[in-house]
């Protein structure tokens, strides 16, 4: 048996940690509307649980999105398990980056900011620094 997380696991339990945090909840919180400990959504978050169908449905409900937001970017080979683990790509950094916290409480302030205006000027600077 591989003792290595499923690829479609880890990439669905990012998710859950994405949305989780963007929403601004902890994983206690999550837990406790799910009737499960803040470990168990440890373990779920970094796929070393697998998520059921129902348990994931739950999760869709108490984070108010569609359960397909947890598959979207799933790559063709990660859905057909085509893993070449020598590799590290540009999208696997991105993945990493999305879940950062500090990636998280950005995007939740960024969206904080009622003013559409003001959200827009903010991105606008943020691009042009960004330009190399």
Request: aromatic share 8%; net charge positive; proline share 2%.
């Amino acid at each position: 048996m591989d003792s290595k997380p499923d690829p479609i696991d880890v990439h669905v339990g990012q998710k859950v940690r994405f949305r989780r945090v963007t929403v601004g909840l902890t994983q206690t919180e999550l837990g406790k509307a799910l009737g499960v400990t803040f470990q168990q959504i440890q373990k779920y978050e970094h796929g070393a649980n697998r998520i059921g169908s129902s348990r994931l449905y739950k999760i869709s409900q108490v984070l108010s999105t569609p359960v397909s937001f947890f598959f979207d970017g799933i790559s063709e080979e990660i859905a057909e398990n085509i893993i070449d683990e020598a590799k590290e790509t540009e999208a696997t950094a991105d993945s990493a980056n999305m879940v950062k916290k500090e990636t998280l409480n950005l995007i939740r302030n960024y969206y904080g900011i009622k003013n559409a205006s003001v959200r827009k000027h903010l991105y606008n600077l943020v691009k042009s620094m960004n330009k190399e």
